[in-house]
T-cell receptor, first 120, second 113 residues
Framework: GAVVSQHPSWVICKSGTSVKIECRSL??????MFWYRQFPKQSLMLMAT?????????EQGVEKDKFLINHASLTLSTLTVTSAHPEDSSFYIC????????????????FGPGTRLTVT | GDSVTQMEGPVTLSEEAFLTINCTYT??????LFWYVQYPGEGLQLLLK?????DKGSNKGFEATYRKETTSFHLEKGSVQVSDSAVYFC????????????FGTGTSLTVIP
């Protein structure tokens, strides 16, 4: 249980185009989803916290107009990288926090498999 | 603020060797502690966790004990296998910081036959 999926798993796009990444909780509802970015051989950097039905909260230094986050339902959050540039190439990982029922603790995050974005 | 410091890698061990990856934390509240594992090209998988002092998390032969007195959560395994080769992340989450996760920098482990 507690499976989080991401789509696509990898994408290559041209500079200047926009890319949308989906994050879904498959067997549970998540009021909160998180988006992380991971550079090669580095740790995860939290980009933003996404709450269902409200605006995302971005971490300092993350451009909210460039990384658009939509959390339209309790099982889906999307990250759109707008006007992508080569420096946006990275591994993007989402995670979802359960609503604290059915024996699952409400502080644990379940991570998606990640999406590798390459901007040429 | 809250933070996690873990042993820098990379770590290379022979199969069946003993593994220790050190992790210490700083937190103002009472955090839960986690170890995640990331295999090449994949996302993070929860390896084990501990939610309060003196708890021991264990899974797949890995263990870690929540030591409040030393603010540590070191990962250990008595006999590593080639399939354990991955990057290991120590992390904490505390309710007084909105349950936000703080990750260490990761330790790369390579196990050679």
């Amino acid at each position: 249980g507690a499976v989080v999926s991401q789509h696509p798993s990898w994408v290559i796009c041209k500079s200047g185009t926009s890319v949308k990444i989906e994050c879904r909780s498959l067997d549970f509802q998540a009021t909160t989803m998180f988006w992380y970015r991971q550079f090669p051989k580095q740790s995860l950097m939290l980009m933003a916290t996404s709450n269902e039905g409200s605006k995302a909260t971005y971490e300092q230094g993350v451009e909210k107009d460039k990384f658009l986050i939509n959390h339209a339902s309790l099982t889906l959050s999307t990250l759109t990288v707008t006007s992508a540039h080569p420096e946006d190439s990275s591994f993007y990982i989402c995670s979802a926090r359960v609503i604290g029922t059915s024996g699952r603790t409400n502080y644990e995050q379940y991570f998606g498999p990640g999406t590798r974005l390459t901007v040429t | 603020g809250d933070s996690v410091t873990q042993m820098e890698g990379p770590v290379t061990l022979s199969e069946e060797a003993f593994l220790t990856i050190n992790c210490t934390y700083t937190a103002t509240g009472y955090p839960s502690l986690f170890w995640y594992v990331q295999y090449p090209g994949e996302g993070l998988q929860l390896l084990l966790k501990a939610t309060k002092a003196d708890d021991k998390g264990s899974n797949k032969g890995f263990e870690a004990t929540y030591r409040k007195e030393t603010t540590s959560f070191h990962l250990e395994k008595g006999s590593v296998q080639v399939s354990d080769s991955a990057v290991y992340f120590c992390a904490l989450s505390a309710s007084n910081t909105g349950n936000q996760f703080y990750f260490g920098t990761g330790t790369s482990l390579t196990v050679i036959p």
